[in-house]
């Protein structure tokens, strides 16, 4: 939601999380878990163990341990990446997308994006406003 290239993964499994972790590796990515022992097999460079249970705190902790919170209230990432994929989503023009969107969205708004992954159509709703005001008071 805030720009931030992160892959999500709900595995458990011995198989899945031998996935996330090869994932982790090839990628260069840190691996953020509460599993004790996925942790363990983690290259230590590539680890964190999330100590909060609750997801926003989690996101709160996450911000603070890889000094995240500035980039997060600076805005310029909000919205900038699929929530479904996390490949940057591109603008579209409406009519391009059109029979994808109910009547009255396509004619309400006038800015719409595509994720060109995953072919999710986003657009500045009222979920939006929701979305900005939680951001506001987590931040």
């Not at 919205?79 to 579209?92: H, K």
């Amino acid at each position: 939601m805030v720009g931030i290239d992160a892959l999500w993964r709900a595995f458990g499994e011995e198989a899945e999380d031998a996935k996330l972790l090869a994932t982790a590796i090839a990628e260069k990515r840190v691996l953020l878990t509460r599993d004790r022992d996925l942790y363990q097999r983690t290259p230590e460079e590539l680890r964190y163990y999330v100590q909060e249970t609750d997801p926003t705190l989690q996101f709160k902790e996450v911000l603070r341990q890889f000094d995240l919170v500035a980039y997060a209230r600076g805005k310029t990432g909000f919205l900038t990446r699929c929530l479904q994929c996390n490949s940057p989503i591109l603008p579209v023009q409406g009519h391009q997308i059109a029979d994808r969107l109910p009547g009255h969205v396509i004619e309400q708004f006038r800015e719409f994006y595509l994720c060109p992954r995953c072919e999710r159509v986003y657009w500045n709703g009222s979920h939006v406003d929701r979305m900005k005001l939680w951001l506001d008071r987590v931040l």
